[in-house]
């Protein structure tokens, strides 16, 4: 069946660096452009990322000031997050989201999310 | 950037009777195509976010027309005519034309 699933969260001290993966099956990952969208413990949902199916386009929120990057692998049907000097508040879920290249309907796959605990 | 703010952000409503939450974004969301970037999206209790409406009025597939969203430009509502259990959640609208960006929320419940 489609599905997204992330990997790679976990516990990381501030100032270090945490790799967030999403395995994508079931549909054909390259035809997709994929985004990062994070939850922070009671709050709303902020979009982090985005990644064109041929990684040609990259944008990326102001608020990240350059220390996420995403990537992707097309042959492994895998999203990655780069995530370096870490803060307390990166401290959320971290959800993979798809939508269809050839025609807009919509972010309509999404991950079940992987935790990131920035914490001393 | 685009902002993107939403009201109410608590909506509580009685089974059975309707509910409206709007959206308004700090620009304009028609793009020359002549398409809204504008959709909705649920995240139920304990759920990962899942698409309601795109492109701001095309229900995503197995959404009941009991929901349904209009607007154009920077003005855009998010109804449900007839709300039942299973719409509890927080509600989002989200820009898809430069970027992304999501509003706040509106935590819809039970009254």
């Known amino acids: 069946q489609v599905q997204l699933v992330e990997s790679g969260g976990g516990l990381v001290k501030p100032?270090?660096?945490?790799?967030?993966?999403c395995a994508a099956s079931g549909f054909t990952f390259s035809d997709y452009y994929m985004s990062w969208i994070?939850?922070?413990?009671?709050?709303?949902?902020?979009?982090?990322?985005?990644?064109?199916?041929?990684?040609?386009?990259?944008?990326?929120?102001?608020?990240?000031?350059?220390?996420?990057?995403?990537?992707?692998?097309?042959?492994?049907?895998?999203?990655?997050?780069?995530?370096?000097?870490?803060?307390?508040?990166?401290?959320?879920?971290?959800?993979?989201?798809?939508?269809?290249?050839?025609?807009?309907?919509?972010?309509?796959?999404?991950?079940?999310?992987?935790?990131?605990?920035?914490?001393? | 950037d685009i902002v993107m703010t939403q009201s109410p952000l608590s909506l509580p409503v009685t089974p059975g009777e309707p509910a409206s939450i709007s959206c308004r974004s700090s620009q304009s969301l028609l793009h020359s195509n002549g398409y809204n970037y504008l959709d909705w999206y649920v995240q139920k209790p304990g759920q990962s976010p899942q698409l309601l409406i795109y492109l701001g009025s095309n229900r995503a597939s197995g959404?009941?027309?009991?929901?349904?969203?209009?607007?154009?430009?920077?003005?855009?509502?998010?109804?449900?005519?007839?709300?039942?259990?299973?719409?509890v959640g927080v509600y989002y609208c989200m820009q898809a034309l430069q970027a992304h960006s999501f509003g706040q929320g509106t935590k819809l419940d039970i009254k």
């Not at chain 1, 009671?42 to 944008?59: M, Q, R, V």
């Not at chain 1, 990655?80 to 939508?99: F, H, I, P, W």
């Open chain 2, 63 to 87: 959404v009941p027309d009991r929901i349904s969203g209009s607007g154009s430009g920077t003005d855009f509502t998010l109804k449900i005519s007839r709300v039942e259990a299973e719409d």
């Open chain 1, 15 to 21: 100032g270090g660096s945490l790799r967030l993966s």
């Open chain 1, 38 to 120: 994070r939850q922070a413990p009671g709050k709303g949902l902020e979009w982090l990322s985005f990644i064109s199916s041929s990684a040609n386009t990259i944008y990326y929120a102001d608020s990240l000031r350059g220390r996420f990057t995403i990537s992707r692998d097309n042959a492994r049907n895998s999203l990655y997050l780069q995530m370096d000097s870490l803060r307390a508040e990166d401290t959320a879920v971290y959800y993979c989201a798809g939508r269809y290249e050839k025609y807009y309907y919509g972010m309509d796959l999404w991950g079940q999310g992987t935790t990131v605990t920035v914490s001393s």
